[in-house]
């Protein structure tokens, strides 16, 4: 089985200044100054996948496993962590644009290098970033690849005997399971206990010497690209939508008075006691 | 003859009330260790004597109360404040301990603002003292990362530093006056002047003690103008470490004083800097106080950077945007937590201090050795974050995976031989195995090769003020082994 992983970094908005937060000419806040973390949902995408990979040892097929960026941050030491970690491939596609807030444009590289490979995959992906926060790279992806999406998933795991996959979604609190094959797109959602497998320096020593793989994907326009993102929704303006809210101070002789009178008056009445 | 648990809490009850004394079965077990066991509490495992009762004094008078019927039927007493410790110093090592909480002696008694002092119970989060003197524009200078966290009792009882020590100094060099209650119930002050040469300094008897001669009530500490319009940051990514500790040197022997000097390496760097220094090394400075004075220090800062043509200067605001997330609140013990129960990757740190000369070798020989005598690491690097005129101090950080291994053995299968090479290689070459975080317990098994022929002043310390050995045995002076 091949297995495929996009995962990016982002900033760490956590740590974003507050003037930071005053955006320049284009509207964006300024982002140079934090470091940047793994995105979550990613993270959780890339351990399932490990995960995947562990419990199909022994098996008579192999699972294959690629990590694939189309981001320019991360930082050399996390793709080599994730050969060390025995990601088969770490495939970084190269370019020069910036891409934060274009996912049409990320789901075209990311689809060009997916269109590459012989097998189907299984292609997982965060659900989204806390960039942009769009959520919609990985429809977008798995429209261009032509194969199903399903989203948001919270565990994935083999199927026996054959190549299937039983996946569990989470949809407002509800867990649906279903089991599927290559090729499908698995956006992976908020998963409990997820967090990405940290190898020690003898897994790093290990693959001394290897490096990511940096690549331009055949077929790929790097203007028609720049053209795509020029088309994408571009953010003209904000406004702030002021919403009035009544504000009331409950006083009671002590906290007991205080939260019968939040419960009579308030409480009782919103939840229809 | 020996007291019955209940006995203890009893008594104790009797002397505070029973609203003071804590015997809850979980705040007990929690109560018998610090973060030095943090994966043991992580799995809800407590290898460690669980305490008899938490003693949660109010004030002075009830310390020496406590101490002095502790004394009489010599039962263990544990003095906490913050519980912040990360060495072991607030383990309860035997059993029916007492552990006397000052945490609810929370009262700021004075800021005085023209002899420049503020005196604190021993229970004031530095936190709280910190953010009153900021609005009236002063600052105590003091800034360790537990600072969210820690207490001033505690404080001065683990010889704390902070962020700024290379302009302020450490928590000795802040304390003027203090007050502790010893043993047998003698309560003591030592006053506020500016300078003494009245025979020894006794504050340094107290600072220090680690809850192993006395219990620390109240302190009084200098403040200072608090000028953050006038602080500067300064960056630098450069090859290696040995260059490093040249430009370090260089900044102290040419008389300036940055709030801040710190020089990390590749490794430990990469956790905080990636996005800027990518397998390098990074150097940073801050300025700050009077107009003049930040001026200068910044000035000669770049003069003896630019002799080094391997250094790069970076933006200043990567530095300032670093340094405003430094401190380690509840939030981040708690994310921590979650972190370490799900990767089963943990992290410590173990600091060590050394002159010009030794500091370098050190460092390389105690990275080195980590790397390769120790299984399952995943990260040991380190940085330099304090430095005098006569040597620095190296904060060794180390992460590793647990594998095959019950949460009681933990600290025996990584812990205890990481500590072992670093405080073999530090008196080896001479430095100090400790140098802020306090020897608590995890480090009192090297207490006589640290104090060599001094350690005859230590020990006699000991059982001049602890004669029964009831405080916080196991810290600093290390249990007899059975």
Redesign the interface.
């Known amino acids: 089985m091949k297995v495929i992983v996009c995962f990016k970094e982002a900033p760490d908005l956590?740590?974003?200044?507050p003037a930071?937060w005053e955006t320049d000419a284009a509207l964006k806040p300024d982002t140079?100054?934090?470091?940047?973390v793994l995105n979550v949902y990613d993270e959780s995408a890339l351990e399932m996948a490990l995960r995947l990979r562990d419990a199909a040892r022994g098996r008579e097929k192999t699972t294959e496993l690629i990590a694939l960026t189309v981001d320019s941050?991360s930082?050399?030491?996390?793709l080599k962590n994730l050969l060390a970690l025995q990601y088969d491939r770490v495939v970084k596609i190269e370019s020069s644009l910036d891409l934060r807030f274009h996912a049409l444009a990320v789901a075209k590289l990311l689809a060009a290098f997916i269109k590459t490979q012989d097998d189907a995959p299984v292609i997982f992906c965060g659900v989204r970033s806390n960039e942009g926060d769009n959520g919609k790279t990985p429809l977008l992806l798995a429209e261009m690849l032509g194969i199903p999406c399903i989203t948001p998933v919270i565990d994935a795991t083999l199927a026996a005997p054959d190549e299937s996959l039983d996946v569990t979604v989470d949809i407002d609190g509800w867990r649906v399971g279903q089991r599927v094959r290559a090729p499908v797109v698995l956006a992976v959602g908020n998963v409990a206990?997820?967090?990405?497998?940290?190898?020690?320096?003898k897994d790093k020593m290990r693959v001394k010497g290897r490096e990511p793989e940096m690549i331009l994907p055949a077929g790929i326009d790097v203007e028609e690209i720049a053209a795509v993102m020029a088309r994408e929704e571009e953010l003209v303006s904000l406004k702030t939508e002021r919403q009035k809210r009544d504000t009331a101070f409950v006083r009671g002789q002590d906290m007991a008075e205080t939260a019968a009178i939040f419960y009579n008056q308030y409480l009782k009445k919103r939840a229809g006691i | 003859m020996k007291l019955s648990r209940e006995q203890i809490v009893n008594r104790l009850q009797e002397m505070l009330g029973r609203e003071r004394v804590i015997t809850d079965e979980a705040v007990l077990k929690a109560s018998s260790i610090d973060r030095f066991r943090k994966y043991e509490d992580i799995c809800g495992v407590y290898t460690r004597p669980v305490p008899a009762a938490i003693a949660q004094v109010g004030n002075e008078e009830q310390v020496a109360k406590v101490l002095h019927f502790m004394n009489e039927n010599k039962l263990n007493a544990v003095p906490r404040t913050g519980a912040s410790a990360t060495e072991g110093g607030l383990e309860t090592a035997v059993e029916n301990s007492v552990v006397i909480d000052g945490a609810g002696m929370n009262e700021i008694i004075r800021i005085d603002t023209y002899n420049m002092l503020a005196t604190a119970q021993c229970g004031v989060p530095l936190q709280v003292l910190e953010d009153k003197l900021r609005e009236m524009g002063y600052t105590t200078g003091h800034s360790p990362q537990s600072k969210p966290l820690a207490q001033m009792g505690g404080l001065v009882a683990t010889r704390s530093t902070g962020q700024f020590s290379t302009l302020y100094g450490g928590i000795e060099d802040m304390v003027v006056g203090l007050s502790a209650v010893f043993p047998n119930g003698q309560i003591i002050r030592v006053k506020n002047v500016p300078r003494r040469a009245a025979g020894p300094d006794i504050r340094h008897v107290i600072i220090g003690s680690e809850g192993a001669l006395c219990f620390i009530t109240e302190v009084t500490v200098k403040i200072f103008r608090y000028m953050p319009e006038n602080h500067r940051f300064y960056g630098y990514t450069l090859d290696s470490m040995k260059t490093g500790f040249e430009i370090l040197r260089e900044v102290m022997v040419e008389g300036y004083r940055p709030s801040i000097a710190r020089l990390y390496d590749v490794e430990d760097g990469a956790f905080h800097f990636s996005h800027f220094a990518a397998d390098r090394c990074v150097l940073i400075f801050m300025a700050e106080g009077a107009k003049g004075i930040v001026e200068v220090t910044g000035q000669a800062i770049e003069a003896i950077v630019s002799r080094y043509s391997e250094c790069n200067a970076v933006d200043s605001r990567l530095i300032e945007r670093w340094f405003t997330h430094l401190n380690w609140g509840p939030e981040n013990i708690a994310r921590e937590r979650v972190e370490i129960m799900e990767t089963q990757n943990i992290g410590f740190t173990t600091e060590v201090s050394g002159c010009w000369s030794i500091i370098h070798e050190i460092y390389e020989n105690c990275v080195r050795r980590i790397r390769d005598e120790v299984p399952d690491i995943t990260m040991v690097g380190g940085h330099s974050s304090h430095s005098y005129l006569n040597g620095t101090n190296m904060y060794f950080v180390y992460y590793y995976n647990i594998v095959d291994c019950k949460p009681e053995e933990e600290v025996m299968k990584y812990h205890d031989p990481i500590n072992k090479i670093i405080v073999e290689e530090t008196i080896r070459l001479g430095g100090s195995m400790v140098h802020h975080h306090g020897i608590g317990k995890a480090r009192a098994q090297w207490i006589k090769e640290e104090y060599q022929s001094s350690y005859y002043v230590l020990e006699t310390l000991k059982r001049a003020f602890d004669p029964e050995g009831i405080m916080n045995a196991g810290t600093i002076i290390p249990l007899p082994v059975k």
């Open positions: 956590e740590r974003m200044a930071d140079r100054f934090v470091p940047t941050v930082p050399p030491r996390m206990g997820s967090s990405l497998r940290i190898p020690t320096l």
